[in-house]
Nanobody, 124 residues
Framework: QVQLLESGGGLVQPGGSLTLSCTASGTIFSIYDMGWYRQTPGKQRELVATITSRGRATNYADSAKGRFTISIDNTERTVSLQMNDLTPEDTAVYYC?????????????????WGQGIQVTVSS
């Protein structure tokens, strides 16, 4: 069974930095891409950043450009999000995502998986 395990959230002061990490576990044939989304109460989940499995392509939300950096270790099946210059507007639950083929063969269709979410709070 595929699981995504997130770590690295917490409380940080405005202007500070945090690094989120997410590792995919279980039997996985191939990962297409991984990424991070975030959600605040009453709002839809929104894209933060995504990256292809070999790290050749990234996509950032406008709010993340210039402050956040996404990276991936395909061997370790781990995606990280380095967040700098954080503001209170970055406070949210951050979710890891992965588009992958589960199992030991390529026959299964690729599916989207989500982590349980991790809280990031930016406050003085």
């Amino acid at each position: 069974q595929v699981q995504l395990l997130e770590s690295g959230g917490g409380l940080v002061q405005p202007g500070g930095s945090l690094t989120l990490s997410c590792t995919a576990s279980g039997t996985i044939f191939s990962i297409y891409d991984m990424g991070w989304y975030r959600q605040t109460p009453g709002k839809q989940r929104e894209l933060v950043a995504t990256i292809t499995s070999r790290g050749r392509a990234t996509n950032y939300a406008d709010s993340a450009k210039g402050r956040f950096t996404i990276s991936i270790d395909n061997t370790e099946r781990t995606v990280s999000l380095q967040m700098n210059d954080l503001t209170p507007e970055d406070t949210a639950v951050y979710y890891c995502s992965a588009d992958l083929i589960p199992g030991s063969t390529s026959w299964a269709p690729n599916q989207d998986y989500w982590g349980q979410g991790i809280q990031v709070t930016v406050s003085s």
